[in-house]
């Protein structure tokens, strides 16, 4: 006998149509939730928009983030599967590309670092693996041939996360699901301990659930409670990109070196990124920052000295206070966050999609973010965090 699915949750409104908002919507429209994103500009052209779109949970490890690599390469190994199924809801192919992520050291300095990544990796069981000079050169052949080492991580993939805006809005239009695009800032409306729906644009919406994903900006929106609010800031980056002759390119794999990372496009573009600065919501491109990765990048790949550049950006990471995503329910009833994804967004697209839809659906709490809530920060930083993001 079948048992009785659980019934559906009442209507869903969504703020923010980044990658996190977006995908959760299509996860739940599909499931046959009614659902409304409401997103104050274009979707997708917040962080979404600005990221490189690497999948790298086995390069970034870090002392101390042993906890949020589990969710990472949790994440990492959805992605195929949320590619092929994506890919098919929409029509659109998001480039997952599989050549895995080279780092190397320009230097003996860099190189003691390179080594203690590499320590990293095999304490976390990371599939990762020194290259030889002449394999190096096989793989890359316009890498600099002076390089002091280099880590090869095979399953360190990317995708082309501008197409993944596209593919999203598209496969959550497709499965019923409301966009309302450039509505202006969205503000949450709740009663008496539940949120009751969102107002948008001068109309109020009702909804019972209010999923909260608003990136660098969730603090900022108006109406959430302060027992609600998460500790996030903006994390500024500036990328640019330059192109090669996509018959032709002159890198194939992702490449890291310690001060900025190059993402080769299939389309010929070669992403140089990105700076990390605690400057809040400044856009402005410095010379400086432009500086930093083209003098990184070049001496990596002297090629690209002859390459035209042809775009350059700012994106805000919503950077968390410990550096991972905040996921799940709050004090309010109906009021769910997904936000704080910090540099790992993108990566982190498949696992918040399922488990924050699996929440909604079910109000069961996926083991994989039990530890992302909320609460782990404690009832007091809210309120001052806050107020220092907006000083
Ligand atoms: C330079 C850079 C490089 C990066 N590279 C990578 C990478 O290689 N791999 C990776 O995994 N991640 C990367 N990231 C991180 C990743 O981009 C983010 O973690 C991810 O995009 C966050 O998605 P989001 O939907 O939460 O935020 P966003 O994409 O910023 O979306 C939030 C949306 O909410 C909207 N909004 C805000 N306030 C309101 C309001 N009041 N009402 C209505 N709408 C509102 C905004 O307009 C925006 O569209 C990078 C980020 C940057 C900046």
Sequence with gaps: MNATPPPRPGKIAIVGGGVIGLSIGWRLAAAGCAVEIFERGAAGHGASWAAAGMLAAGSEVEPGE????????????????????????????????????????????????????????????????????????????????????????????????????????????????????????????????????????????????????????TPDVAGLPAAACPPVRPVKGQMMAVRMDPAAPILNHVLWTQKAYLVPRLDGRLLIGATTEERGFDTSLTAGGMLSLLESAWRALPGIEELPII????????????????????????????????????????????????????????????RFGLARFGPHEFERTKSWISA
């Design 311 to 370: 775009e350059s950006w700012v994106g805000f990471r919503p950077g968390s206070r410990d550096d991972a995503p905040i996921l799940g329910g709050t004090a309010i009833e109906g009021l769910v966050l997904a936000t704080g994804h910090h540099r790992n967004g993108i990566l982190l697209t498949p696992i918040t999609a399922d488990a924050i839809a699996g929440l909604v659906m079910t109000g069961e709490t996926d083991p994989a973010i039990a």
């Design 66 to 217: 042993r906890v949020l690599f589990g969710l990472l390469k949790h994440s990492q190994s959805l992605w195929p599967g949320f590619a092929a199924e994506l890919a098919e809801a929409s029509g659109i192919d998001v480039e997952l590309r599989t050549e895995g992520t080279i780092s190397v050291a320009l230097s003996q300095d860099e190189l003691g670092r390179l080594r203690q990544t590499y320590a990293l990796q095999q304490q976390l069981g990371v599939n990762s693996r020194w290259l030889g000079r002449a394999e190096l050169l096989e793989r890359e052949p316009h890498l600099n041939p002076r390089l002091a080492g280099a880590i090869l991580v095979p399953g360190d993939f990317q995708v082309e996360n501008r197409m993944l805006v596209e593919a999203l809005k598209l496969a959550f239009a497709r499965a019923g699901g409301v966009l309302r695009e450039n509505v202006g800032d969205v503000a949450v409306r709740t009663g008496t301990d539940r949120a009751v729906g969102v107002t948008a644009g001068g109309s109020d919406y009702t909804a019972e659930t209010v999923i909260v994903a608003a990136g660098a900006w």
